[in-house]
């Protein structure tokens, strides 16, 4: 079985300063791992993943993300952030050691970014 | 190049009516995967639709069913609706062996059962 927890529902954050938004997962096999943003009555939009190689991933909007395989965890990070980072984040986990093909979600995480 | 669509964007429904849910995945993608989110939940997976059948299936009930057609749209059915039933209903296109394997999401359709 594959998931993913986010600890926290909501992080605030003040403009300017370093934004990190948590994020662990439990696989049997490998994981890929993606980071997923949703603004307001929209869809899901794709920020960033993680297949194999470098443990930094760099994605969007001027986003990242550490994966650490021991801690098992993939949080994503900005180093500045901005008002209209604020949004709804989801991290997600697709085991390569199982059968599932679906994407596993967290819960989400809530950030404010405050001006 | 356009996204992924979904059709309709808002749909209101009563206990025990039928609701069918439209998807046409990005231009090049062959899989569609359909997910359910509640309110203030992540998306939860219903099922994944391939080569025109279902290879996947979530933790849904009968009621939930799919099919896609040969230009790779699909189509979620949900049969005898329940309140608990209301939520935005995602569909995502990726394609099938393609590393990373990104899915792609549509705005959703937001049904409200009363």
């Known amino acids: 079985a594959q998931s993913v927890a986010q600890p926290e529902d909501q992080v605030n954050v003040a403009e300017g300063n370093p934004l990190t938004v948590k994020c662990t997962y439990s696989?049997?096999?490998?994981?890929?791992l993606f980071w997923y943003v949703q603004y307001p009555n929209r869809g899901l939009q794709f920020l960033l993943k993680?297949?194999?190689?470098?443990?930094l991933v760099k994605g969007s909007y001027g986003f990242e993300a550490e994966f650490n395989k021991s801690q098992t965890s993939f949080h994503l990070k900005k180093p500045s952030a901005l008002v209209s980072d604020s949004a709804l984040y989801f991290c997600?986990?697709?085991?390569?050691?199982?059968?599932?093909?679906?994407?596993?979600f967290g819960s989400g995480t809530q950030l404010t970014v405050l001006p | 190049d356009a996204g992924v669509t979904q059709s309709p964007t808002h749909l209101i429904k009563t206990r025990g009516q039928q609701v069918t849910l439209r998807c046409s995945p990005k231009?090049?993608?062959?899989?569609v995967s359909w997910y359910q989110q509640a309110l203030g939940q992540g998306p939860q997976f219903i099922f994944q639709y391939y080569e025109e059948e279902e290879r996947q299936r979530g933790n849904f009930p009968d009621r939930f069913s799919g099919h896609q057609f040969p230009n790779y749209s699909s189509e979620l059915n949900v049969n005898a609706l329940l309140l608990g039933d209301s939520a935005l209903y995602l569909c995502?296109?990726?394609?099938?062996?393609?590393?990373?394997?990104?899915?792609?999401f549509g705005a959703g359709t937001r049904l409200s059962v009363l």
């Open positions: 993680y297949i194999t190689g470098d443990n």
């Open positions: 995502a296109s990726s394609l099938q062996g393609a590393l990373g394997n990104i899915q792609y």
């Open positions: 696989v049997s096999g490998n994981p890929y």
């Open positions: 231009s090049g993608h062959d899989t």
């Open positions: 997600a986990v697709r085991d390569l050691g199982g059968s599932a093909r679906q994407l596993t």
